[in-house]
Nanobody, 127 residues
Framework: QVQLVESGGGLVQAGGSLRLSCAASGRTFRRYAMGWFRQAPGKEREFVAAIGWSGGSTYYGDSVKGRFTIFRDNAKNTVYLQMNSLKPEDTAVYYC????????????????????WGQGTQVTVST
């Protein structure tokens, strides 16, 4: 397993941008697919984005396509979520997650695919 620590959350106005970071411990980061999920108050956790171990495969939830970008730096053991054109409905706690992928470069998109989770970082988008 890996330990994950998110950062970069905060308060932003609608239309603005934020970049979330997720730093992973351990020396096997490149064997993990990575994902971002979010949970708004009173709602279920929602898939946001995922990326394969090499960075060659990415997937996005329908609500964020065209606005969010997931990318990773395996040399820094870090995955990022660049969020542009933010909307009030993007307000949520954002969680980073890791899926042991070994040689499979296609990430999962379900919560059950991911075995390690960070503590979450709050993103609030004001009108």
């Amino acid at each position: 397993q890996v330990q994950l620590v998110e950062s970069g959350g905060g308060l932003v106005q609608a239309g603005g941008s934020l970049r979330l970071s997720c730093a992973a411990s351990g020396r096997t980061f490149r064997r993990y697919a990575m994902g971002w999920f979010r949970q708004a108050p009173g709602k279920e956790r929602e898939f946001v984005a995922a990326i394969g171990w090499s960075g060659g495969s990415t997937y996005y939830g329908d609500s964020v396509k065209g606005r969010f970008t997931i990318f990773r730096d395996n040399a820094k053991n870090t995955v990022y979520l660049q969020m542009n054109s933010l909307k009030p409905e993007d307000t949520a706690v954002y969680y980073c997650a890791a899926e042991y992928a070994y040689n499979n470069d296609v990430p999962g998109t379900r919560e059950a695919d991911f075995g390690s989770w960070g503590q979450g970082t709050q993103v609030t988008v004001s009108t």
